[in-house]
């Protein structure tokens, strides 16, 4: 079974500061991909930055950038200069081969002024 | 603007009634996905659905049922509707030519009293 595990439901950051949220991710693929979407208090669903298993290169989305430790299967999402604006819950998500999609249970992001 | 609209925004109604929310994914996706979010929670999958066949079931209770028509536009029907109903429901979409990810559309938020 796939499931994926968000072990820290509330986070808080400094503004200007770096913080990393953490996800894993149980599998027996190799073939996948991994994703981190934000969601604002707004509800909107947003997608913030994706890896492709196969590559080993880690994914980087401006101020976003993920550490993807294929073995360990973890999928970090660590935010530098966090602004007050990336206060939200961002969720980890896993996709399968099938288009099959699993989601963690989220992290609350609280950006300090 | 994910590009994948849903009808309607808000939806107010009474305990043991019937509610049907729509989907339109985005151009290209044949993969619809719906996931039920109550207050404070993460995403519960539905159901996710294929070219118009069903292709896995979550956590999708017997009074609630979904189809995906020739047009690739999808339904959720929500009947005998309950208190604990009351949620935030999301369509996804997925599938498009070179993407991986899902894209939400704005969300239904289905009030019973």
């Known amino acids: 079974a796939q499931t994926v595990t968000q072990s820290q439901p509330e986070m808080s950051v400094q503004e200007a500061e770096t913080v990393t949220l953490s996800c894993t991710y149980d599998t027996s693929e190799s073939d996948y991909y991994l994703f981190w979407y934000k969601q604002p208090p707004s509800r909107q669903m947003i997608l913030v930055i994706r890896q492709e298993a196969y590559k080993q290169q880690n994914a980087t989305e401006n101020r976003f950038s993920v550490n993807f430790q294929k073995a360990a299967k973890s999928f970090s999402l660590k935010i530098s200069d966090s602004q007050l604006g990336d206060a939200a819950m961002y969720f980890c998500?896993?996709?399968?081969?099938?288009?099959?999609?699993?989601f963690g249970t989220g992290t609350s992001l609280t950006v300090i002024p | 603007d994910s590009g994948v609209t849903q009808t309607p925004k808000h939806l107010i109604t009474a305990t043991g009634q019937r509610v049907t929310l729509r989907c339109s994914p985005r151009s290209g996706d044949l993969s619809v996905y719906w996931y039920q979010q109550s207050l404070d929670q993460g995403l519960q999958f539905l159901i996710h659905y294929y070219n118009g066949e069903e292709r896995a079931k979550g956590n999708i209770l017997e009074r609630f049922s979904a189809q995906q028509f020739p047009d690739l536009h999808s339904e959720l029907n929500l009947s005998s509707l309950e208190l604990g109903d009351s949620a935030l429901y999301f369509c996804?979409?997925?599938?498009?030519?070179?993407?991986?990810?899902?894209?939400f559309g704005p969300g239904t938020r289905l009030t019973v009293t």
């Open positions: 996804a979409s997925s599938g498009g030519l070179g993407f991986y990810e899902q894209y």
């Open positions: 998500a896993y996709r399968r081969t099938g288009n099959q999609f699993y």
